[in-house]
């Protein structure tokens, strides 16, 4: 099967699509599979990865001088 990239998740029959979509309540795979397995720990989790990766570009940013 078709590999996905590592931001994207790979849907039961193999679509890829945007790591950002799953459980976001909208069905993205053709059968809701990015939905499937959702629960609140779920979302948590994609939640607080991506607050993560924002707070660490902010990091990295130098301030303006």
Do not use: W, Y
């Not at 069905?27 to 707070?55: I, K, P, R, Y």
């Amino acid at each position: 099967g078709k590999l996905c990239n590592f931001d994207e998740f790979r849907c039961e029959r193999g679509k890829c699509i945007p790591v950002g979509q799953v459980c976001d309540s909208t069905q993205d795979c053709d059968h809701g599979s990015d939905e499937m397995f959702c629960n609140e720990t779920a979302q948590a989790a994609a939640a607080n990865t991506t607050s993560v990766l924002v707070n660490q570009s902010k990091l990295t940013t130098p301030k303006p001088t």
